[in-house]
């Protein structure tokens, strides 16, 4: 259960930035989950259920997530290309290439608290 030690972490980064009395709002929390993160959004989410059912003040708290598309850099062209079927070459030149600079991030983008209040990049 690699998922649930990475939701306890999420919890322990909101518990090391916000009061007790802030986290008592918290209404949502997006994460940013990188295609070669590892993390798997359907484990995560069944894991993120089961602490929060465990801890009384964040019973309606929702756990969002958006998938980031694996991209690479490619010296040849000096340009970024997206990576589709982990297929790992340049969308320009074709060169295979797995200079990864984006896909393999877990990130919380943003949380929000009830009354409109929202902080980003918290990671
Ligand atoms: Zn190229």
Known sequence: MHEASLVQNIFDILES??????????ES???????????????MKSAFEAVKSSIDK???????????DV??????????????????ACAHCGQPNNNVIKGMELLIKRVHFSGEQEVTGLT
């Open 29 to 43: 929390i997006d994460l940013q989950v990188g295609l070669l993160s590892n993390v798997e959004p359907l484990l």
């Open 17 to 26: 930035k916000f009061t007790e009395e802030e986290l008592e709002t918290l």
């Open 71 to 88: 991209e690479i850099f490619c010296d040849n062209c000096d340009t970024n290309s997206t990576i589709n079927n982990y297929k790992f």
């Open 58 to 68: 964040y019973q309606d708290v929702k756990l969002n997530m958006e998938v980031v």
